[in-house]
């Protein structure tokens, strides 16, 4: 990247998160990712430098040995003309979501991460001129714990997405409760994976998000407008997906195409494009196998039929790799918490012992190594504690990442350009799959994370399980066939413009 010669006019408002906010180059396949703080939380220069280099190492040192060299791009760290990002800050404001504008764009450190547009196909640094779409999901933690350290019985019966999806709508962050349950879409199941991807059609959240050619075609870009017509998005896949039942429009072709897109997703998820690789790390799958909240089992149940076998996920897809990680939480939040303290206290007696603790980095081989050692025995020391701390970090990160899935047709006659390929109706299709937002969770956010669970867990376990009849009644009846229910418009998906306290 030149960096003498950056016109803000290149570049456009792409989508941003909780912490970070992320613009793309209108021809060249490239992303600028800045940092976003509260306007009152500045940091200086030195402080923001670090913490995208941080970043960057993680994924080279950490990242990319556990879920695998091709799936996770660090990107670099680069050093912005003030004046560009100054007006680029300018022209993006209008276009960012209301609901996001709590936090500001750092504009006064000038430095930002170059990362490829990952909703490109790999072709870094130039766009590909054929259709891509890309599919991002972010699935969240796909087991439920197993450690004895849990004192609710409840979580080791619902997972935690599923109890949260509660407190979500009760506080207005999202409208309705989805049917989405990551345990479903990291059984290795296919007709589990179907309905979890056909539920975050239904109900995208922050979950799934649909870009054609890097732009959003279907999710939030905004919590308080999300984009969800299903008619509108198979008419999108239409180039990609050719209905198998040769209808070319009405609710039948919907309904086909979409199908089609669920079936090549859960395709590309289970294939193993990395080498086949299973990672640096072997945790075997322990604790419940499927999720009590989930609409799919709690509907085979009813009809008084086994869940469908988990039939467990290849070793190097990244769905296996990504659970991999998650588990390195094996205490979970509860076990976790006393530890957490102990390391607090030791801090407290000797604050100088933080850098070599390596608390705020540097993410190296030696943090690297040190997070290998899975021995669950404890012996009393601050090491042990800082080990289990350092673990649940980067588990808590993997919990939080998102996927993305890039597709494109294969030109007719064309051989497979090095890149993996998966058939479907119209034609074959090339595809790369990435992981985003390795971004390492903070060790301060630890109290947060234990506040938060007890919160989760008690409003599930009152409100909910207590009224069992009407949870089934309102996120799911349970003569319902677990079938895709195509809806009219996002205007009912809409959430409420203000989160509540509950
Ligand atoms: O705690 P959770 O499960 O609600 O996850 C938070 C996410 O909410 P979600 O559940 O996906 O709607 C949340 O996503 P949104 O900002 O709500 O889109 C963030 O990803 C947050 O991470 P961070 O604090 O910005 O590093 C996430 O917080 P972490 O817990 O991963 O730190
Ligand atoms: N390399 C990339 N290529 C294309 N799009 C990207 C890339 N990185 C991020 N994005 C888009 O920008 C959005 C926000 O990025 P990201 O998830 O990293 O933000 P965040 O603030 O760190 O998230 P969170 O809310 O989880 O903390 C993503 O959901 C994705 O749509």
């Not at 750092?106 to 779409?133: K, V, W």
Request: charged letters at 25%; glycine letters at 6%.
């Amino acid at each position: 990247m030149e960096e003498g010669k950056m016109d803000e006019n290149e570049w456009s408002y792409h989508g941003e998160g909780n912490k970070s906010l992320v613009v793309a180059h209108a021809q060249r396949c490239v992303v600028l990712r800045f940092l976003k703080f509260p306007p009152n939380k500045k940091k200086t220069s030195e402080e923001i430098l670090q913490h995208l280099q941080n970043i960057v190492d993680f994924g080279k040192n950490v990242m990319k040995d556990f879920l695998g060299e091709n799936y996770v791009h660090c990107g670099e760290v680069v050093q912005l003309p003030l004046e560009f990002v100054k007006q680029l800050c300018l022209k993006i404001q209008c276009e960012r979501p209301e609901s996001r504008c709590d936090k500001d764009l750092d504009t006064l450190s000038g430095y930002a991460m170059c990362l490829p547009n990952l909703t490109r196909l790999q072709t870094f640094p130039f766009a590909e001129h054929r259709p891509i779409l890309c599919v991002e999901i972010k699935p969240k933690c796909g087991f439920i714990p197993f450690s004895n350290g849990v004192t609710h019985e409840m979580k080791h019966k619902v997972c935690r997405y599923c109890m949260h999806q509660h407190l979500k709508v009760a506080t207005g962050k999202w409208k309705k409760i989805s049917k989405y349950c990551p345990l479903d879409l990291y059984s290795g199941n296919k007709q589990r994976m179907h309905f979890a991807l056909k539920s975050l059609l239904q109900e995208a959240q922050n979950n799934l998000r649909i870009f054609k050619n890097g732009e959003l075609i279907y999710g939030c870009a905004d919590a308080r407008s999300p984009v969800a017509d299903l008619k509108a998005l198979a008419h999108h896949l239409k180039p990609f997906f050719f209905p198998s039942n040769g209808l070319a429009s009405g609710p039948q072709c919907t309904r086909a195409v979409i199908r089609e897109l669920v079936h090549v997703i859960t395709r590309v998820l289970l294939s193993t494009s990395d080498k086949g690789r299973a990672g640096a790390l072997r945790l075997g799958l322990q604790g419940a196998r499927v999720c009590e909240a989930s609409p799919f089992s709690r509907s085979l149940h009813h009809q008084g039929k086994n869940t469908p076998e988990h039939s467990g996920l290849p070793k190097g897809c990244l769905l296996y790799k990504t659970l991999q990680v998650q588990m390195l939480d094996q205490l979970d939040i509860e076990g976790l918490y006393p530890l957490y303290n102990r390391v607090e206290q030791y801090l407290e007696e000797f604050p100088e012992e933080r850098k070599t603790l390596q608390i705020d980095g540097p993410y190296d081989e030696v943090f690297y190594q040190k997070l290998l050692d899975l021995s669950t025995e404890d012996d009393g020391t601050v090491a042990f504690a800082l080990t289990k701390v350092q673990q649940y970090r980067v588990a808590m990160t993997a919990k939080d990442c998102s996927i993305m899935i890039a597709l494109s047709p294969c030109l007719r006659g064309a051989s497979s350009d090095q890149r993996p390929v998966i058939p479907s109706s119209r034609s074959r299709l090339a595809f790369s799959v990435s992981v985003l937002d390795l971004d390492l969770k903070p060790y301060e956010s630890i109290p947060h994370q234990y506040k938060l669970d007890s919160k989760i867990v008690s409003y599930y376990s009152k409100t909910v399980h207590a009224k069992d009849d009407t949870v089934r009644s309102t996120r799911f009846k349970e003569h319902e066939d677990c079938t895709l229910v195509l809806h009219k418009g996002c205007e009912e998906n809409k959430p409420g413009k203000k989160h509540q306290n509950v």
